[in-house]
């Protein structure tokens, strides 16, 4: 029943928010702010709670809702899915935390979108029904969609259509695979259901094994989003207020991530083998490309938002290599890159409020002014180009270490990703604290609210990258399980030897990551 | 067959007598002293006894009144949605008609005998029945249309739809003859037993062909459609509700029935034929409707777009299809009202805010019917939460079912290109704009909003009430 209450608070706390914005601003803010902590700190409670049982779940939902199709309301929560939801309330936070000053009209409406995208947010990641994680999917888009367009930036209209067509549209692919494996299931053993569990094993020919998880990779690879499908993402982010560029890059791609590790991995377990060649170019493609044109953007928010296609190259990648250690890499990666590049968006948010520009160009030799915010973006976009003692280090040199497993060259191209990284990375700090002065204007240094929150991200990232210890422990279950239900787990382990993580094997292998960044 | 009617087959008309005695009541009334609240008033009460009258019926069916009426619980749900919707279009046009001047109470009259048709149309299992519900609901429905008649295009709508109806009856009845004279009968079940015999002689081909062709223009579908925007254009906005909701709910039932009759789906040629026009229509009337700035227009195209949806649950031929029609039929007459009916309550004196920036900066001015429209298009577009979502999910769902994976498709790729204009109204409504006046809606106005919005809400959340309901279909075909 909690995992309900988690997607009730935040609906409820939106309306009321939306309803109180109309009088009094602060009054909705501060609900808003309420609603996501009580989350968070319900989703801790469990946490703490919570050593995994003997069962698959933590805590789990379950009750019919259109019982004519088979379809029900099946929530269950499980370790990644708790370190998703933590992520999410943390942003989530952090979202409504710097929107204080920034959105100064429609305060209601703003935060009562914000507060339904974090509700759909929550409903896909505990969805265990592919019904329900349909609706879910749908119901973050019509608040991202008013959040962008109403309060973004100059293009925001055509942004925002994009941004709503492309996820529209691979999301229908999805829904027309998701009938599709629910007819072929219902055909098979007369049980006609959505549910997660029963649709596992679910047998069928290739041909259509390859055609149905086609449905689903077309709604996450665009999420991700992956290189041929990302044009959505360079405009939806740039154009975006603060906090919906923040949502977007650090929650709505996890939920990409997301799928690929609980839908395409276990429902299509012979299918993603075959697709593996392919994915895995995709993968070394976005990284590659992201990397890339990254490294030639004069605006700041765009340039971040590159950096996400090369950071989600990274997960695609490991997806496909099926092993332990990429997925551990995958897991951590989703946290790390929601910490990082989030934080790099509020900052370019932060800069955007006292210079009135994302031009590169027309920043410069800010350190002065804020040093602050510098030393702050230093943290970040070091972590941004994998720094050892941030978090982004561990989750890429899992990643690698298990594609190495796999496929040396693709974990070689990818590593020569990680030198294009650096390039950028010192970019930004280069182009916007460095060098010549271009603004005249004084300029405030970060504010309490502003300094509080990135505060606390550079103790979470920091905090990633010398314990990830914890985050891999609550992953493995799930992570186990993933494996498991696809048949790769023991395939691999038999033919590569046993790979266990412990903290031994994180430090011994720090040597071999600088190797990898001399190159 | 009967000589007579019986008890029973009077018990199960009494909706329709209700509805058929209420226009002859009213004009009694009229001739002795015209009152619009009255005959409003009166309307409503009417409307709704006529609808819960339905409740009586359910005990006893399924009956058939041989040789030209049924009641099954297929007629009896779209019994009950339309009188229900009717209800909704009566308290709309009160609203709409005290904006004018001038005898208005010849308005109810028209419409009860409209409704009557459409009743008729529902429950027709014969081509008398359905030829005598077609031209009561049509005839009717010319002189509503011009009703306003000093509005711009009004009375030029009127002839519009008064030449493409008659011609759409030529085609009909000349399509029945040939149907009568090549099987020798003219009832649904006579024609289902002889098809179930006996295959298609061309003769026959032909007859369902100019069939087909009546019925296209009637749901408007490509390339029959030409007619539909100008008629919702010129159309006063709650007799545009009646035609976008009763008039193509009740032909659209009919279709249902004859389709099965006569076992279409079974048929390569007709199966192609309508596949062909659904494909047609879905994509003429979204492409068509992208750049519309007419409101009205827009929903015109958007609405063929939507028959040509339905059409795919004709063609799977399957329980699940005829269930997946209904779902889908209900939840769009109560989107389209509430479209309409925005339409008709935002109305003041001769101008309808038909152009779409007339909606802008809504959502500032007046949240509450920007929220409803904005559901209203959501659902439209078919988006969770929403009637239109679980609607579109049926409609998939039984078409995948039976393999008809090109219209599936179509009919997704459609679903992405509509989005863009709905989209594009709801972006109008959000972008700010100078005039800041606040229009007020009375409490009935408001009331059948709220109606709408529970309406979309609840079927979009909880649909599993009318789900059940239509599971009791599987005896129907």
Redesign the interface.
Known sequence: MILVYLILILMAGGVIAWLAGKNNPLLSRSVSLLSVIFDLILVLVIYWQGSEPNGTWITEFSMS?????GIGFHLALDGLSLLLLVLTYFIGILAVLISWREISY?TGFFHFNILWILAGITGVFLSMDL?LF???W??M??PM??LI??WGHENR?YA??KF??FT??SG??M??AI??L??IHGHNTGLYTFDYQELIGTSMTSGAELLIMGGFLAAFLVKLPVVPFHSWLPDAHTEAPTAGSLILASLMLKTGAYGLLRFVVPLFPHAAEAFAPAGMILGVAGILYGAILAFAQTDLKRLVAYTSVNHMGFIVLGVFAFNEMAYQGVVMQMIAHGISTGALFIISGQLYERLHTRDLRKMGGLWEQVPVMGAIGLVFVMASLGLPGLGNFVAEFLTLTGVFKVNVLYAVLASIGLVIATMYSIRIMQRVFYGKRMADKPMKDLSFRESFALGTMVIVIVYLGFFPQAVINTAKPAILNTLNSSGQFQENNSRKGNYELSEEHLNSSKPTKSKNNAR | MHDSLTKLDLLCLIPLLIVASAPVIMMLTITVSRNLKVIYGFSLIMFAVAFLSVFFIVPHIPHRIEPLLVIDSFSLVFLGTLLCICLLITVISYVYLTQHGGQREEYFVMFFVATLGACVLVTASHFVTFFIGLETLSISLYVLIAFVKHRNYSVEAGVKFLVIASLSTAFLLFGMALMYASTGTMSFTGLADYFSASGLSPLMTIGIGMMLVGIGFKLALVPFHMWIPDVYQGAPAPVTTFIATISKGSVLAISIRFFHAIRGFESGALVITVSVIAVLSMFAGNLLALNQTNFKRLLAYSSIAHLGYLMITLLTGTVLGTQAAVFYMISYMITTVGAFGIISLLSVCESEPEKTDDMKGLFWKNPWIAIVLSLVLLSLAGIPLTAGFIAKFYLVLAGVRSGLWLLVMSLIINSVISIYYYLRIIKIMFTESESQEHVRLTFTGNLVLAIVVIGILVLGIIPSFLSDLLNRFSGMI
């Open positions: 809702w259109i019982p004519a199709f429609r019904f349909y609706f879910f749908e119901v888009l019509i969609y008013f367009g109403i209209i925002s259509y709503f067509i529209q549209a229908l692919l829904f027309i009938i599709a629910y007819i």
